[in-house]
Each structure stands twice: as structure tokens, then as C-alpha cells.
């Protein structure tokens, strides 16, 4: 018989999957072009689709820790709190703990990851919006003496009718 325990790891090692997809599609965008809209996009709609199978199973994983007995539950919330874990813990127990700290760290990469990501296109963002603000003021000017050029004509005027 499975034990909640071991519900739980099966959980956190698709959500470990989960993460190092991520991580995978996350290297792949930061080492793209920002010019390279179609890519980045399709990269950007799957690391969506990533992140919500996370958000499907954290109720999963939620509702398991729920269901263990006080002990392990105690133990594994604290472990999700950062906390050391001292004293007699099962080889499960460790085994929980382990892969939770290795997502602690694989989550403080991505998000390092994609601060980087995104000031990245954030400045290609302020790039194109400018080199558009200089196109919006080209078209004014052009415009300008487009229309200037036929109301000029005000000297062909015949004041004598």
C-alpha cells in the first residue's frame, strides 16, 4: 500500500519535472534574440502552459500534506518553511526534504533567470518605443511640408479677380 508520503514524492517529482522544463525553456529564451518575436513567443506560451500544470498540482501536493498524521505533517511544513529539520526523521522524510530544498534553489534560479529576461525585453521594449517615437515624429514632419508645399501656393492668389 502507498502511503501518503509517498504520494507526496511521486508530487513533487513531477513538480520537479515541472521546474527543470522550465529551466530549459527559460535558458532557451535567455539565449534567443529579442528580435526573434515568433521563437520567443512560442517559448513564452509554453513556459504558461508549465505554469499552469504548477498551479493544478500545488492543491494536489496541499491536499496530501493535509491528509498525513500530525508528526509528518508538522515535519514537512516546516521543511516548506525553510526550517532545519533535527532529531529522528524517516528516509522518506529525507528524501521529502531533499527535494524540496532542490526546488527552493531550482525557483531562486528561474527567478533570477527571468529578472534577467526581463529587463532584457524591456529595454528592447524602450528601444522600439522610441525609434516608433521618432517615426510618429517623422510622419508629422513629412505631413507638414506635404500639406505646407499646396498651402504655400497663397503667392498665386490674384487679388484683381
Excluded: C, W
Excluded at 132 to 148: A, P
Aim: proline share 1%; aromatic share 6%.
Amino acid at each position: 500500500m502507498i502511503k501518503n508520503l509517498d504520494f507526496l514524492i511521486i508530487k513533487l517529482d513531477e513538480l520537479e519535472a515541472l521546474f527543470l522544463k522550465y529551466m530549459e525553456l527559460t535558458n532557451r529564451l535567455s539565449g534567443n534574440d529579442v528580435e526573434d518575436i515568433d521563437e520567443n513567443n512560442v517559448l513564452i506560451e509554453k513556459r504558461q502552459a508549465i505554469i499552469d500544470n504548477m498551479e493544478r498540482l500545488s492543491p494536489e501536493i496541499a491536499e496530501i500534506i493535509g491528509r498525513l498524521d500530525d508528526k509528518d505533517k508538522a515535519i514537512v511544513q516546516s521543511m516548506l518553511k525553510g526550517e532545519n529539520i533535527f532529531g529522528n526523521v524517516s528516509s522518506d522524510e529525507n528524501l521529502i526534504y531533499a527535494k524540496i530544498l532542490n526546488l527552493k534553489s531550482l525557483q531562486g534560479d528561474i527567478l533570477k533567470k527571468d529578472k534577467i529576461n526581463s529587463v532584457r525585453f524591456m529595454n528592447k521594449y524602450n528601444e522600439v518605443k522610441g525609434a516608433l517615437s521618432e517615426i510618429k515624429d517623422d510622419k508629422k514632419k513629412i505631413d507638414f511640408y506635404n500639406n505646407s508645399k499646396i498651402n504655400v501656393k497663397g503667392h498665386e492668389f490674384n487679388i484683381n479677380g
